[in-house]
């Protein structure tokens, strides 16, 4: 087991940045997920936490060791990839066996210690087989036996669940954690799917455009987004983003929604009179009947189911779109026309220009 420490990594491929000044601490034993969209430079931070790239700027330390003269092989990682990356010519048992034959483990040892983690994983009836034998679910846990069979101090997952099928996607989202906890192993875990990240990390670090966005438990981040894209990509349906001015009266600090005064968290008031957009999730909206105090009318334009729990419904005003949630086993309104009320109390602020809170 090994910390892991990333300190103000900046790295650049010519003109472009694409890691600036990153700093990110992973404690002995845990597993960070680092969470962003397409391009945000995940890769990049796990190729040089790898060793096979080197930063320009900034220090790479694990378990406390400075790694700037440590060669890729002496680093005791195992990785695992979104394309799986399995050797084609070898079989499965030799592919998981490479990290221990390149640690000098033969006989006995070696097809105990593959057993051990292919029984882990579940593929131990397979191990014969060669990668092209293999189902997508087995090759990746094939691959991920791999990354953990020299039993190495840090893990690094790429987005290893990407082309498997959503079932198994799901089973590997309740079992590896497990298995990490197993194997107690530092991990970094790369994914572009929100629940996948709350599933697995024990802390999320959101990575966009090469900077560190937010570090967080699970629920800060759902809860309390940095910024407006962490509140877009982090949640399904996507965040629902109005532009508000907020007032303040004797009341404390609103929003005028539709012409209806909405009561904002009194902690909100430094936001009085600035242009901001005010972020609510589709479960912070509900259908009220015409009488309901908060009530506004809206126009149903489209239904569609989210998940086997709940259906997402696009509703209108004045052109407007508005994600609104209910779950599927409660009847949706009887009519295209009808009413939402908006609990802003928990709504999110977020500045117009600079988009963060
Ligand atoms: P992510 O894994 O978050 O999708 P990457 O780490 O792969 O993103 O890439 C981050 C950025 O670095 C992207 O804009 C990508 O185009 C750029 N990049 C990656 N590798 C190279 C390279 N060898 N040369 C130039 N640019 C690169």
Redesign the pocket.
């Known amino acids: 087991m090994a910390s892991i420490e990333l300190d103000r990594i900046t790295k650049r491929?010519?003109d472009?940045v694409?890691l600036d000044d990153v700093s990110l601490s992973v404690e002995d034993g845990e597993t960070l997920a680092l969470f962003?969209p397409?391009?945000?430079?995940?890769?990049?931070?796990l190729r040089l936490l790898a060793g096979v790239i080197e930063p320009d700027a900034g220090r790479v330390l694990i378990g406390g060791h400075d790694m700037a003269d440590v060669a890729p092989e002496h680093r005791r990682i195992g990785m695992a990839f979104q394309n799986f990356a399995l050797f084609p010519h070898m079989s499965a048992f030799e592919n998981i066996a490479s990290p221990l034959k390149a640690r000098r483990t033969a006989g006995a040892a070696l097809s105990e210690g593959v057993d051990k983690i292919a029984r882990l994983l579940k593929i131990d009836h397979v191990l014969t087989h060669s990668p092209r034998a293999l189902s997508n679910g087995q090759k990746q846990r094939t691959a991920l036996a791999r990354a953990l069979a020299g039993e190495p101090d840090v893990l690094l997952l790429d987005d290893p669940l990407r082309n498997v099928d959503a079932k198994l996607r799901f089973e590997m989202r309740l079992e590896l954690p497990q298995v990490l906890a197993r194997q107690q192993a530092t991990a970094i875990y790369?994914t572009q799917d929100y629940k996948e990240a709350m599933a697995l990390g024990d802390r999320i670090a959101v990575?966009s455009g090469g900077r560190i966005v937010q570090v967080g438990k699970p629920e800060d981040i759902y809860l309390t987004p940095a910024d407006v894209e962490t509140a877009q990509l982090f949640g399904d349906p996507t965040i629902n983003l109005l532009d508000v001015t907020p007032e303040l009266d004797d009341r404390g600090p609103f929003v005028c929604l539709s012409d209806r005064r909405m009561p904002l968290d009194p902690g909100l008031r430094h936001a009085v009179g600035r242009k901001c957009r005010i972020g609510m999730r589709a479960e912070a909206i509900r259908f009220v009947g015409p009488d309901d105090p908060g009530a506004i009318a809206v126009t149903v334009e489209a239904e569609t189911p989210l998940n086997e729990k709940a259906v997402t419904l696009t509703v209108t005003k004045r052109g407007r779109e508005i994600l609104v949630s209910r779950p599927s086993e409660t009847q949706g309104p009887s009519d295209t026309a009808t009413h939402i009320a908006i609990d802003t109390a928990h709504a999110l602020l977020f500045d117009r220009d600079s988009g963060q809170r």
């Open positions: 491929f010519k472009t694409v962003g397409s391009g945000a430079g995940k890769t990049i931070l790369v990575l």
